[in-house]
């Protein structure tokens, strides 16, 4: 490794750095409770029988009128809200984190044999990313989405939706990664130690596996924080867009857009618990994105 | 210098045709247009005559010829939702969505540009620190969450602003504009702040970053080294290097305003181009939503441009080649 | 004028504090160069960045007097010391490249200079300026003014930054490095510049290099710093031809001199690193083992004939068309078994370039390679499992890149031996690698570590261990010594000598340093812009050059013997 030095390094300023270890408790909290939902959800929301209409609309505990069997209140169905919001956390870490995996091995992959030969063949992706960059993600999301409707049946479209939108997803992240590691390999490349392996004849897989992945980890893994807080984003956003998940199996964003018809209504914690969810979730993974940013680029600090 | 210009503009043509084929593919390939044009009543022999008629029956580099010429003269050919001309339609949402888009570059700017400065020169002051806390969170909220907060406070709460639509519009020519009267302004504001505080975040962190690693490059230390005033090191010799790449970026980040402009236009239930194409995904409008693509990346292609153009004059290495 | 009185600087890290400069006085007269060398570490730089109070942020002067005639530079305040830089103190950076703002014209950078420290008109200011330009050796400066910095070459924008330094008439300039970053020959034109602006306009200089050969070209007072401590100060010759302190004198047997050839360099244990001496009985094995691939027969013979490079520059756009520059035209030399070519030129010159088309990392457009007789093929065509891959290996420039900071150091020493097929066994591959560390002058536990733990120095050390664990016949040197300090460039100079003849390998070295060449080969050629200008045996070479542009080139390279008149 980058060595004990680096690590320790890593470790004494994570001590240092409050507002770190305060983004990675909230953040391992929220994915550990939004992973074992089913387990340590109260109710599971998305079966019929748990809820009844009586309970509907209940305000969250600490409100006048609240029940303590609902901790963050019910929704005009009855069905509890800390449930739904950890059922559809799970969801929407769930495609965020398969986006992000499949944006990962594409644009790695990509990146790193564009950077490696360059050439032809770098000019043919990077032009790709070019146009990829010039359309924004949501774009990109949206148009992935209306093709695949006109593509495929009905049917068979609500059966894909989670893998449409996992898609839709990964293809307007993957050239965040493809374009830092071909940046990083154009570095890489150049240097000594990947010219010595060259020169004696190595495999080109195994330079660019054994030598030069293990030396842009840090950059990629930057990458990988920041986007997974994109993909969160984005899903959320496409949902509540319409395009997103349907009702009956509700992500964070569909949630808030369920929400939005409280707005001016009382009931506000429909709206804005999952809406405050979201917010914190997303802005703890960007802090520990930035602090793993300033890590491997002192300079900036 | 022309050659560069020249060179540019090709390079603009041959994207433009890049994505009108992607368009073009789009409208061909996705769902057949005789079934989405007619009814379950026309008969097989109406189907084949109309798709004669239409020339679908061509080589498809013919069709695609067909295609680009009908764009370049502006027939941009029907929606199957509305059956209306889509040129029309689009010229009807088009300055909403421009403006729309343009007060929130332009607050992105103003705003952005000194924060990412006065960061970048005092990195430890307490302001400093919690305008990077504020963007931190600033890039994490969702733009529609910030729009639904907005409409919250000033709109319910307050109920100082319109929560939503696009009211007291001038008609001048064909161009609706909410830019002449007070109510015009009024509807403007909570679409334009939410639009343009996510592009203000990427902005001033933007400029911060360039800012702090041109500050420590050696030709800003030899000029503290000679005693150059410090006003002149900030403002004259960083913040000209600070800019060059921060051009580009901005170029880019048009494409930001008009992605997001979807999102804001949607909550804002503003009726500009995005919830034009919102509207015709939902429906699955194939023609609308390739034409919308060509219209945005023609506008990325102009805007691109402009930027090149502004490269040339500032930066001497790309104006002046010969040695002295 | 200058005055450094017991000079103290601290630097706080996070791991405590340490202390980079202390105790270090010095004076500077008026019209005087005064020269600070040493080694890396030694504090140089930051006694110019105090005098220039400029410090990083970590740093601090923790005690000692810095007095410019009657001002006391360290009770300045940070206004008024911005006030004195430029005005009284200007500097000199190393790198003329990245010293000049790109987007201003000189004109405009020197005229608001002058304005920044002096009421003056903007019209006498450019006229100064243009003045000023002229003495320093610009011509058509009323013109070239106008000019933005990308359009002078290297050693002209140096003469930009010193008239820059040089338009508010300073008493002091700490020049730092002004001339590394420079070919020899205008070296030698900016080198000439400073004595003749100290000797006419009476401008001090603190003259801060690593090198010594700078030091006795321009040189009035010298102190000689290790480890932020003075080792020994006085006048240049004196200092030079007679050092007193240990130091001083291991220093200046470790500089390779150009007038005559040394076997190898005696080193004191003063100067340099520690390296294993008792490990003769541990390197038994290593040498064995080369010895029996090798043979005792000497390394291949090089064949190269009419070799062209032609570099396709940046695309212009998509579709525009390329500029093609030609880095080496038409060069033919013949390196002989078991002997050593130094290849020397300045940057630029293709030296490098000729390297890696042996190496096979840059493919030539036309010519033809031969190695001990057998058709050698260009990149393109030397297929990953040609025989050549092993027999020919090559030592890097830059010991801190050419070894993976991922790898542990057994890992990389390894890596030869299974991918030739030369050792199938873990366990007597793992012994090889130790018994070749030892061999090379480094610990057998070194296997265990990673390369980050180990000096320039060592890592060189084990670059050429990596070279030798394929049983080669011919190494490439590529610079192996310009990025060491001078003292431990003769250590890896002693052990690449040792193992040259030790094995006879046939040997391609590649240096811009003639002395370090001289030390070296026993054949040589010179490049220029790609041409072959001369090749032929070393020694001849050396006393009478047959080439104007090899005779400008020993010219212009600095001596550090006394024993001829000194400019």
Same mark, same amino acid.
Do not use: C
């Given at each position: 490794m980058l060595a004990k030095i680096r690590e320790s390094e890593a470790l004494w300023l994570f001590r240092r750095s409050p507002a770190a270890m305060l983004a990675a408790l909230i953040a391992v909290v929220i994915i550990t409770a939004a992973v074992l939902a089913p387990w340590i959800?109260?109710?599971?929301?998305? !079966?019929?029988?748990?809820?009844?209409?009586?309970?509907?609309?209940l305000p969250p505990?600490?409100? !006048?009128?609240?029940?303590?069997?609902f901790l963050l209140g019910t929704d005009d169905q009855g069905r509890d809200m800390l449930s739904s919001i950890l059922y559809g956390a799970r969801l929407s870490l769930a495609i965020a984190g398969m986006a992000m995996a499949v944006a990962l091995v594409l644009g790695v992959g990509l990146g790193l044999a564009a950077g490696y030969f360059g050439g032809r063949f770098d000019a043919i992706v990077m032009r790709i990313a070019d146009i990829q960059l010039a359309l924004p993600a949501i774009l990109t999301a949206l148009l992935i989405d209306g093709i695949s409707r006109g593509i495929l049946p009905r049917e068979l479209h609500d059966d894909l939706r989670l893998g449409v939108i996992t898609l839709a997803i990964a293809l307007s992240l993957w050239v965040n990664f493809a374009r830092t590691a071909r940046a990083s390999v154009f570095v890489e490349r150049s240097k000594d130690y990947v010219q010595a392996a060259i020169m004696m004849g190595q495999h080109p897989l195994r330079i660019m596996l054994r030598h030069i992945l293990p030396n842009i980890l840090g950059p990629l893994l930057v990458i990988a924080t920041v986007d997974l807080a994109s993909a969160i984003l984005l899903e959320a956003t496409l949902s509540f867009l319409g395009?997103?998940?349907?009702?009956?199996?509700?992500?964070l964003g569909t949630l808030i857009r369920i929400g939005m018809q409280y707005?001016?209504?009382?009931?506000w914690w429909i709206l804005w618990i999952p809406t405050i969810f979201l917010v914190v979730l997303v802005v703890s993974i960007n802090l520990l994105g930035d602090f793993l940013r300033d890590l491997f680029n002192p300079g900036l600090r | 210098m022309a050659v560069f210009i020249l060179k540019r503009l090709i390079q603009s043509v041959f994207v433009m045709l890049a994505v009108a084929f992607l368009a073009f593919s789009l409208f061909s390939f996705v769902g057949d247009p005789i079934s989405q044009m007619t009814?379950?009543?026309?008969?097989l022999e109406d189907q084949a005559r109309l798709r004669e008629e239409l020339g679908l029956n061509d080589p498809f580099i013919v069709q695609f010829a067909r295609f680009t010429g009908d764009m370049l003269q502006g027939n941009f050919g029907y929606s199957y939702?509305?059956?209306?001309?889509i040129g029309a339609m689009l010229l009807d949402r088009l300055p909403a969505t421009l403006e729309l888009g343009t007060v929130a570059l332009i607050i992105s700017l103003i705003a952005g540009i000194p924060a990412g400065i006065y960061t970048a020169l005092n990195p430890r002051g307490v302001l400093s620190q919690s305008m990077l806390i504020a963007t931190l969170i600033g890039v994490s909220i969702p733009t529609f969450v910030i729009g639904i907060l907005l409409i919250f406070l000033f709109?319910?709460?307050?109920?100082?602003?319109?929560?939503?639509g696009r009211s007291g519009t001038v008609e001048i020519g064909w161009w609706r504009s909410s830019l002449f009267t007070v109510d015009g302004w009024r509807s403007l504001v909570l679409p334009g702040l939410t639009l343009g505080l996510f592009q203000l975040t990427l902005t001033m962190r933007l400029v911060r970053a360039q800012m702090m690693e041109v500050m420590r490059t050696d030709h800003i230390r030899f000029a503290i080294a000679r005693g150059i005033p410090w006003r002149s090191i900030r403002y004259r010799h960083a913040l000209s290097n600070t800019m060059i790449p921060v051009i580009t970026v901005i170029g880019l980040q048009f494409g930001g305003v008009i992605a997001f402009s979807i999102v804001t236009e949607s909550v804002f239930q503003w009726p500009g181009m995005g919830l034009l194409f919102l509207e015709s995904i939902r429906f699955v409008d194939i023609p609308v939503m390739s034409v919308y693509l060509v219209v945005i990346a023609f506008f990325f292609v102009v805007i691109n441009l402009l930027v090149d153009l502004l490269y040339l004059l500032i930066d001497p290495r790309l104006r002046v080649r010969e040695a002295a | 004028m200058l005055t450094v009185e017991d000079l103290t600087v601290r630097f706080h890290h996070r791991s405590g504090a340490a202390t980079a400069v202390e105790g270090v006085s010095l004076t500077v007269g008026q019209g005087e160069i005064h020269g600070l060398v040493g080694e890396s570490g030694a504090g140089k730089s930051t006694i110019g960045a105090s005098i220039m109070g400029?410090?990083?942020?970590?740093?601090?002067?923790?005690s000692g007097r810095l007095m410019l005639g009657e001002t006391?530079?360290?009770?300045?305040?940070a206004s008024e010391a911005h006030q004195i830089r430029g005005k009284r103190i200007s500097m000199i950076f190393q790198d003329p490249q990245t010293?000049?703002?790109?987007?201003?014209t000189i004109g405009d950078q020197l005229i608001e200079t002058i304005q920044a420290h002096e009421e003056i008109s903007t019209d006498a200011a450019r006229a100064r300026a243009i003045a000023l330009l002229e003495e320093i050796g610009i011509t058509d400066a009323t013109r070239r003014?106008?000019?933005?910095?990308?359009?002078?070459s290297g050693g002209m924008r140096q003469r930009v930054v010193i008239a820059l330094a040089l338009c508010t008439n300073p008493e002091l300039i700490v020049a730092d490095e002004?001339?590394?970053?420079?070919d020899v020959s205008v070296q030698a034109q900016v080198l000439k510049l400073l004595r003749s602006l100290a000797r006419d306009r009476g401008v001090g200089f603190i003259l801060i290099t690593h090198d010594i050969g700078v030091i006795a070209q321009v040189a009035d007072r010298v102190t000689v710093l290790r480890g932020g401590r003075i080792v020994e100060q006085g006048e240049t010759r004196q200092v030079l031809t007679a050092p007193e302190a240990p130091y001083t004198q291991a220093l200046m047997a470790a500089v390779p001199p150009l007038d005559h050839r040394l076997d190898r360099f005696h080193l004191p244990?003063?100067?340099?690193e520690e390296t294993e001496t008792a490990g003769a009985e541990a390197a038994r094995e290593a040498e064995d083992w080369l010895r029996e691939g090798i043979g005792s027969a000497a390394g291949p013979e090089l064949e190269l004939s009419g070799i062209t490079v032609r570099f396709h520059g940046?695309?212009?756009?998509?579709f525009g068309a390329r500029e093609s520059f030609t880095a080496l035209d038409d060069v033919s030399l013949t390196v002989r078994p078991g002997t050593v070519m130094g290849l020397v030129g300045e940057s630029g010159s293709g030296k490098s370039t000729l390297a890696k088309v042996v190496a096979a990392l840059v493919q030539p457009s036309s010519g033809e390679m031969r190695l001990g007789g057998a058709q050698l093929p260009f990149m393109r065509t030397r297929?990953?499992?040609?025989?050549s891959r092993r027999l020919l290996q090559m030592v890097f420039q830059d010991p801190f890149s050419s070894?993976?900071?991922?790898?542990r150091i057994a890992t990389i020493l390894g890596e030869p031996l299974w991918l030739y097929g030369l050792e199938t066994d873990r366990t007597r591959r793992d012994r090889l690698v130790r018994s070749m560390l030892a061999l090379v002058?480094?610990?057998?536990?070194?296997?265990?570590?990673?390369?980050?733990?180990?000096?320039g120095g060592q890592r060189q050390r084990i670059a050429v261990a990596r070279a030798l664990l394929s049983r080669p016949g011919l190494l490439i040197c590529d610079?192996?010594?310009?990025?060491?300090d001078v003292s431990i460039q003769a250590q890896i100079l002693n052990l690449l000598k040792d193992m040259q003849s030790r094995f006879g390998l046939t040997t391609l070295f590649i240096s811009h340093d003639l002395a370090v060449v001289r030390q070296m080969s026993d054949d040589i050629a010179v490049l220029q812009g790609g041409k072959l200008v001369e090749t032929g045996p070393s020694e001849p070479f050396f006393t009478r050059p047959a080439a104007g542009y090899s005779q400008d080139l020993l010219a212009n390279t600095p001596r550090v013997r006394f024993d001829r008149s000194v400019a």
């Open positions: 959800a109260p109710t599971n929301p998305y !079966d019929l029988s748990s809820f009844s209409l009586i309970d509907g609309l505990v600490w409100q !006048d009128g609240g029940d303590p069997r395009v997103g998940l349907p009702a009956d199996s509700p992500s707005l001016l209504s009382g009931e | 009814g379950v009543e026309t008969s939702r509305t059956r209306e001309p709109g319910v709460q307050l109920g100082w602003l319109p929560t939503f | 400029l410090l990083p942020a970590a740093g601090e002067i923790a006391d530079l360290r009770a300045l305040t010293s000049l703002n790109p987007l201003m003014i106008r000019a933005y910095p990308h359009q002078f002004p001339t590394t970053a420079l244990v003063v100067v340099g940046e695309r212009q756009g998509f297929h990953r499992h040609h025989p070894l993976n900071a991922r790898h002058g480094l610990p057998p536990e070194a296997a265990d570590r990673y390369p980050h733990q180990f000096s610079e192996p010594t310009s990025a060491l």
